[in-house]
């Protein structure tokens, strides 16, 4: 287990790495296999973010190709060594700051800087470009204060569509932004988690200007479970696409405590899988949204997007299926275009009052959200507690939205936004 | 045949009639049934319902089923495949619905705390074992405004559903503070070996002194096992996440006077699967989360007010973060913790980086997984025996920007959800740097 340095304004991809002093020259080299060893399990990579770090044409790829030469050697699942990490830091003082490091990826094309990665963490790094590709099965990688963005400087991408994709991807993150400056960027991952139970997790995430006006964008497509939890979303083209395929569709898809200000298209895409032999009808799978505040969506709350389905309702015949499983409760909605719901609920499903409940059901609000002058800070304002009732849940909006107003001014209820 | 509406009625119904009309329209031996006992163990699908029909039961007077000697009434099983086809593992008719039992009042209208109660008297079993109410094969059945009271002996909901969906309880009751003390075992009121229940809006009261586990499911198959907006009291353990491929669900329940709150299954991960547990509120609850040595949780958003040991242990004693097992499914973190008679987290539970000892908090400790949580003083609870509470909040614990205070009371019948989603950037047992927000 070595510590290694990189700083792409003095360093040199001579040296060897092992100080700061005698730091590599790029993020790259790290990557390639070149030096044996450098990725190793239990590895630390220091990047000095001394200036960005532009992989340029060494990285070269197509849709859905991994690079050998990028996969970090050597570290795979179950290694007792502990994970690859990479950690930026700052250049002059050496310590975890908060200093971004930048890494300039590819504009135009699918795969990036990644192929398939497993078992490892990045810390305080802003990627602009296609991150990550594909990797196949139960990968692990974690971001940390992370940064995925389209624009840094000068530098401005617009041919990118996503950061992440395609299939059976899974990982973790973690207080991480994803900013479409350009509105090049139409999603966070596409086709992400994995067929094989893994999960895309987003913790406390930011995401704006996804999509910017491209009709159909999403956020973030998966295939088996995704989690989006206190996140923030603003101006994006849709929030989450549960999407589904093969028998162990829609496994988990979570999407708690989120504030969404403003949606182009329908704010929840829930997709199914067509295991049944009744058509016409959308089989809704286990899908969690609870505790969310939609404000000003394009479309509808909850769209499902089964082409020729008529209701939604739980009909299956298969044990991999999970009929109820869909629980969409206590939101707040306020100023949806088309509504909560693209398609009546089944009667039946209704009445059993587990999926779509009265109690703590989505119910429309009437609150403020507020911009601060950068134009992306999320402050929700209220004077009265109890005008925000849930059905029989009289707990305030304010209480929701705590931990979101952390750090911002006190707002006054009613501010225009 | 399916779309039927029955009704069962104690005080007016009779197991002679035909069910099929209430007790207003009772004419001869057109009437309700008496029990649901006449539903269950005596009858049958072509003139007492199955899949896809409506039980109306209403609430006129208890419903005593058994007697505290004979087996009679026990372990009754859904492993019909004539009467209840849909519920049969991949046997399911695909247009008939699951059958609902539906405790409504005297003019067959549901309404807030009225329950059919059930007022169950099992025999007694051993002093290792109980009978249960359900066994076997049984899924995909929707209960809601019932109620199950336990007397005198101790009995379990039911013990088995392997490869089964099911069931679903919303709005319904089950108190098993009637057992007597002498006769309290072990086991589990929802235990079995490969389930997948959900519950919502229901309340679960233990037999004895907190012996007792009430909910033990997940299934290894990938169905569904949620408890959404539930109250706990009195019970060794509140919810086990026994295993489960897909994601399970632990979200806004009031769990007290308890044990241990969330237990991490038998099955590796968090119970096999990736448990949620966000937004729940411990009161007087030793242990609210103990991961078992199992990761896969997600605990987050959590109220944790006089707990008794840690807020988060580690019975297994043997955690170890390693960084390369799954770490992506696990994290403790914006959770609200006042007065922890141990600390926070469990001496057990450590992580290692690089083969060395770095604790388990701060920006060092693995992938940030544990942080953010948030240590206070000042909160002042007040739960009623009904889990209706008043927490009060010292303003100083307010974040900026929130506009409203916390001196409100919360009423019975509701869930926490939307309350705890609060914990803390500063202070607390985290060094963690504070993400900045967006700029651009």
Redesign the interface.
């Known amino acids: 287990m070595t510590d290694y340095y990189v700083d792409p304004l003095n360093g040199s991809n001579s040296n060897d790495g092992l100080s700061s002093g005698t730091a590599f020259g790029s993020y790259a080299w790290c990557m390639t296999g070149t030096v044996s060893g450098v990725t190793n399990p239990g590895n630390v990579i220091y990047l000095m973010a001394s200036t960005g770090d532009t992989l340029g044409s060494a990285v070269v790829g197509d849709s859905g190709a991994q690079l050998a030469w990028l996969v970090p050697n050597g570290v795979t699942k179950g290694t007792t060594a502990g994970n690859l990490q990479i950690r930026a830091i700052n250049p002059t003082t050496l310590e975890e700051d908060g200093t971004k490091y930048v890494i300039f990826g590819r504009d135009n094309q699918y795969a990036a800087i990644h192929g398939k990665v497993q078992d490892t963490v990045w810390y305080n790094i802003k990627f602009l470009g296609y991150v990550s590709t594909y990797s196949s099965g139960a990968s692990t990688y974690a971001f940390i204060n992370c940064e995925f963005a389209d624009k840094h400087g000068g530098t401005e991408y617009s041919s990118m569509t996503n950061w992440h994709g395609l299939d059976n991807q899974s990982g973790m993150h973690i207080n991480c932004k994803f900013i479409s400056s350009t509105g090049a960027a139409d999603y966070v991952c596409y086709r992400g988690g994995g067929v094989y139970g893994n999960s895309w997790v987003f913790d406390s995430c930011e995401f704006v200007n996804l999509s910017g006006a491209v009709i159909g964008g999403v956020g973030i497509g998966t295939k088996g479970g995704v989690s989006s939890i206190n996140g923030r979303w603003k101006n994006v083209g849709s929030c989450v696409f549960f999407n589904t395929s093969g028998d162990r569709a829609g496994w988990g898809g979570q999407f708690v405590n989120n504030i969404v200000d403003g949606t182009e298209n329908s704010a929840m895409l829930i997709d199914s899988v067509d295991d049944d032999t009744s058509p016409g009808y959308d089989e809704s799978k286990l899908s969690t949204t609870w505790n969310n505040v939609f404000n000003n969506i394009g479309g509808y709350v909850f769209e499902y997007t089964r082409a020729g389905a008529e209701e939604v309702a739980t009909y299956c015949d298969d044990r991999n299926s999970y009929p109820t499983g869909i629980n969409l409760n206590a939101n707040v909605v306020q100023g949806v275009v088309s509504g909560i719901h693209s398609l009546p609920i089944n009667e039946f499903l209704l009445s059993t009052r587990f999926a779509f409940d009265e109690y703590g059901g989505t119910t429309y609000g009437n609150f403020g959200l507020t911009h601060d002058t950068v134009g992306t800070q999320l402050m929700v304002a209220t004077g009265d507690n109890y005008l925000f009732q849930l059905g029989k849940n009289p707990t305030g909006i304010g209480q929701f939205l705590h931990s979101f107003t952390e750090q911002v001014g006190k707002p006054e209820f009613g501010d225009v936004f | 045949m399916t779309g039927r509406t029955f009704y069962i009625d104690p005080l007016h119904g009779s197991s002679a009639n035909d069910g099929l009309t209430s007790a207003s329209f009772a004419s001869g031996t057109n009437g309700p049934f008496g029990s649901l006992t006449d539903v269950w163990w005596n009858g049958n699908c072509a003139d007492h319902g199955g899949s896809g029909d409506t039980f109306f039961c209403v609430a006129s007077t208890a419903d005593v089923i058994g007697d505290g000697t004979s087996t009679q009434y026990v372990g009754y099983s859904f492993n019909d495949s004539v009467r209840w086809a849909y519920n049969v593992?991949?046997n399911?008719k695909?247009?008939e619905?699951?059958p609902?039992f539906v405790g409504v009042n005297e003019n067959l209208v549901e309404e807030?705390n009225t329950h059919y109660t059930i007022e169950w008297r099992p025999p007694y079993y051993s002093s290792a074992n109980v009978y249960k109410f359900f066994d076997d094969y049984s899924s995909?059945i929707?209960f809601?405004q019932l109620k199950w009271e336990c007397i005198e002996n101790d009995g379990a909901m039911y013990y088995h559903t392997s490869?089964g969906?099911g069931f679903?309880f919303?709005?319904c009751i089950f108190d098993w503070s009637g057992v007597d003390d002498a006769n309290v075992v072990g086991t589990s009121l929802f235990s079995t070996g490969n389930p997948s229940t959900?519950v919502?809006?229901c309340t679960f009261i233990g037999a004895g002194d907190r012996q007792k586990t009430a909910m033990y499911i997940g299934s290894q198959?990938?169905?569904?096992s949620?408890s959404?907006?539930c109250r706990y009291e009195n019970w060794n353990t509140a919810f086990i996440q026994r295993a489960g491929?897909?994601?399970g669900?632990f979200?806004?329940n009031i769990v007290k006077n308890c044990n241990t709150g969330v237990y991490g299954g038998i099955v590796s991960g968090f119970g096999g699967?990736?448990c949620?547990v966000?937004?729940n509120l411990f009161y007087d609850v030793d242990k609210p989360v103990d991961i078992n040595g199992k990761l896969g949780a997600?605990i987050?958003?959590n109220l944790m007010i006089d707990v008794g040991s840690y807020a988060l242990a580690d019975s297994s004693g043997t955690t170890n973060f390693?960084?390369?097992t799954?770490?992506?499914?696990f994290?403790f973190?914006?959770n609200i913790i006042q007065n922890a008679t141990s600390g926070i987290i469990a001496p057990e539970i450590i992580a290692?980086?690089?083969?060395s000892l770095i604790g388990y908090t701060g920006?060092n400790s693995m992938?940030?997984n544990i942080?953010d949580n948030k240590v206070v003083t000042g909160l002042t609870l007040d739960i009623a025996d009904d889990f209706s509470f008043t927490l009060e909040c010292p303003p100083e614990l307010?974040?900026?920007?929130?506009?409203?205070d916390?001196n409100?009371?919360?009423?019975a019948?509701?869930?926490?959800?939307?309350?705890m989603?609060?914990?803390?950037?500063?202070g607390g047992i985290t060094n963690e740097?504070?993400?900045?927000?967006?700029?651009?």
């Open positions: 593992f991949q399911k695909m247009e619905y699951q609902q807030e995909d929707s809601r490869g969906h679903y919303v709005d959900s919502k809006n198959y990938g169905q569904h949620a959404y907006g491929n897909i994601d669900c979200m806004g699967g990736h949620l966000m937004n997600r987050m958003n390693s960084l390369t799954g770490l992506i499914y994290c973190r914006r290692f980086q690089n083969g920006p992938w940030g942080s307010l974040a900026p920007g929130m506009t409203t916390l409100e009371v919360i009423s019948n509701t869930s926490v959800g939307l309350f989603t609060s914990g803390g950037y500063s740097g504070k993400q900045e927000r967006i700029t651009q």
